[in-house]
């Protein structure tokens, strides 16, 4: 989210612009050797900060790619294919500080 911010602020003055600039956003987890991938699906939190920056910036998130964590596999979505799965992820800190969902 930090890095999205900070490119976000490059395009303020597109904010209200009808042709904003558009990313694709990667998202990588490697375990601690480096040689193997984790699970970096966005967390509930996550997916509700690409969808707002959306609204409040001049930039437009098309795809997000994430890793699985099983082997290379990569997995290629939508910010609206994110909002309306099933079952979101809800990190760790999160769920011990009571958070509840607002999209399940």
């Known amino acids: 989210m930090d890095a999205m911010r900070k490119v ?3 395009h303020n003055d597109k904010q ?8 694709d956003m990667i998202v990588m987890r490697t375990n601690r050797l480096g040689d ?19 609204h409040k910036s001049g930039i437009k998130i098309k795809k997000i790619y994430y890793t699985t964590g099983n082997g290379c596999e990569v997995i290629k ?7 309306q799965l099933e079952k ?7 769920r011990n500080h009571n958070y509840k969902s607002r999209l399940n």
Do not use: A, W
Not at 36 to 54: A, F, H, R, T
Not at 77 to 82: C, K, R, V
């Open 36 to 54: 193997g991938y984790g699970m970096s699906q966005l967390c509930e939190k996550c997916v509700l900060g690409v969808n707002d920056i959306q």
């Open 8 to 10: 976000s602020r490059k």
């Open 88 to 94: 979101q992820h809800i990190t760790s800190y999160y």
């Open 16 to 23: 209200n612009k009808k042709h904003k600039v558009s990313y």
């Open 77 to 83: 979505t939508t910010p609206n294919q994110m909002l």
